[in-house]
C-alpha cells in the first residue's frame, strides 16, 4: 500500500500580533509591540499550502482558534459580558488579555505528537495534544486543539487521540517541534526521536541556566507509552543545554529530520555521537541505513541558526528519492547560512534542492516553515479516512484567499486587541470556517 508524508499547516488565525510573550524566544521578545499584519500572515501561510500542492505532496490544513479567549480570561476572575471581560482584563491586567488574544496555534508542530499506524502497537494513528504549559498563553490551545484533531481525523478504527499530559511543568509537552520520525518508508515501522530539555525527577541530568527548557524527559517517555511505541522503535536524546540559553526553546530550531536523514547543527544534542550511533543501529535493525548531515559551527554559528531558522526548514522527498529543503527567505538573507546551503546543494548529497518561502509574519514571532506545519504519516487508506474538508485543493486554497481577505485585518496593534468588536469578527470568520472545512461545532462559542 502507497503512503504518504501529509503536512497539515496552521492556518493563521484572525488576532495575529506580536505580544512578546515567549521568554527564552528570540524573535519573539524582540518584536513586541510592532504592529502585525493578520492578513499578510494568513495569505503568507497559504501561498506555502499552495506552493505544496502544487508540488505534488498532500497538503492539508489545521484550523485556528478562538481568541479572545474568553473563558481563560474568565477563569482568572474577570466577569460579565464578553465584552465586559474583555474591558476589564483590558483595563487591569493587559498582559493577561495580550496572551488570551494570542492566534499561537498557528504553530501547529506544537499542537500535538503523532506516531503514524506502523510504530504503534495497536496499529492506529495516535495523537497526543501538548499541554504546553510552559507558556499561559499556549496552555490554552489544547482543549480546542483536542476538538479540530478530532473532527479530522475522526475514524476510530484508524485514529486514536490522548488527551494532553498533566498540566504541571514537570510534564512540560510541546508537541512535535521536539519529535522526529525516521524510516525507510513512511509506511514501514521507522524510529521515533524523542529530544528533550530536561528531567523533572532526575537532577543528574543538566538543564539550562538562562532560558526555560519546555519540554521534559518524562513527558516524552509518557508519549511514548500512550503511543504504544516499542523500546527498538524510540530513541531519547536531550538536547544541549547552552543552545537552550541562546535561543533554541524547541529542537526543531537546531535540527530537522526526514525518511533516513537528520540534518542538524553540531550543537545540537548533548551527547551527539551516542544519539547519532543509537539511531544508527535501531534504524539499521529496521533495514533502514541512516544518514546525518551535521552543520560546523564555524560555518553557521548557532546565532546565525537561531536568527535565520535554518534548521526550521521543511526537508521533504520528492518523488525521484531526492529531498527539498523548504527554508525562510531569512535564510537567504544570511550571507553565512547562505552560502552554506549553496555548498550543500553542491556537494550532490540527498538534499538536493532549497526553496525560499517569506513567512516574514511568523518569522517575526519565532515560527519558521517547519513550525507551521504537523506531519502526519498516513497510508492510503489512513488518507482516505481523514475529514476531506481539511486537505488542500486548488478550490479550497480560493475559498481561503477569499475568506482571509474578507474577515481579516491588515493592521493589529496591543489597543485594537481591546476592542470587542475583534472578538466578534473572530467568531464570524470562524464559524464560516467550520463550514468551509467541514469540521461541525469545535469552538467555544459553538458549543456552549
Ligand atoms: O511557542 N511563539 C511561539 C513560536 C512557536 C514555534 N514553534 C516551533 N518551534 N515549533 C512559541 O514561542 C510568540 C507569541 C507572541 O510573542 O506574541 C509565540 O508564542
Redesign the pocket.
Known sequence: MKSFEVNFDGLVGPTH??????FG?VA?QSN?QQASNPKEAALQGLEKMKALMDMGFVQGVLAPQERPDVAALRSVGFGGSDAQVIERAAKEAMPLLVASC?A?SM?V??AATVSPSADTADGRVHFTAANLNC?F??SIEHPTTSRVLGAMFADQDHFAHHAALPAVAQFGD?GA?NHTRFCRDYGEAGVEFFVYGRSAFDSRYPAPQKYPARQTLEASQAVARLHGLSDEGVVFAQQNPAVIDQGV??N??IAVGNGELLFHHQDAFLNTEQTLAELHSKLAARGANFQSISVPRDQVAVEDAVRSYLF?SQLLTRDNGSMLLIVPEECRANPRVWQYLQGLIASAGPIAEVKVFDLKQSMQ????P??LRLRVALNEKELSAVNPGVIMTPALYETLTQWVSKHYRDALRENDLADPQLLIECRTALDELTHILNLGSVYPFQIN
Not at 500580533?17 to 515567549?22: D, Q, R
Not at 514571532?365 to 519558521?368: E, K, P, S, T
Open positions: 500580533n506580536y505580544g512578546g510573550l515567549s524566544n519573539s513586541s494570542s499561537s504553530w508542530a506544537n507558556k498563553h499556549r510541546e517541534a526553546f524547541h526543531d530550531v526550521n514571532n519565532g515560527g519558521g517547519a513550525c
